[in-house]
């Protein structure tokens, strides 16, 4: 059984945080990379942050500094801090487990100017 589900999402002002879960199957969890992707109406899905099981992690640069990825590996979840939002943040996001081909349901970010 594949399950991904994320929790966390909401409203914001610009320049508030949220820290997103994701609750993972270990099937597809332990030892596999984790990301977290967004997509704002009417554009591409994209990559915001990755964790490997060894807890390396690569952002996309308009994200840099201001979100952090982690995961807990006894619990099979990762999460996303979010810091210091920004209106453009404003999407979408889901949780991968990247070698797999699911995606969960995705949690809504919605951040006001």
């Known amino acids: 059984q594949v399950q991904l589900v994320e929790s966390g999402g909401g409203l914001v002002q610009a320049g508030g945080s949220l820290r997103l879960s994701c609750a993972a199957s270990?099937?597809?969890?332990?030892?596999?990379?984790m990301g977290w992707y967004r997509q704002a109406p009417g554009k591409q899905r994209e990559l915001v942050a990755s964790i490997t099981s060894g807890g390396n992690t690569n952002y996309l640069d308009s994200v840099r500094g201001r979100f952090a990825i982690s995961r807990d590996n006894l619990k099979n979840t990762v999460y996303l801090q979010m810091n210091s939002l920004k209106p453009e943040d404003t999407a979408h996001y889901y949780c991968k487990s990247l070698p797999f081909p699911y995606w969960g349901q995705g949690t809504q970010v919605t951040v006001s100017s």
């Open positions: 270990g099937n597809i969890f332990s030892g596999s990379s």
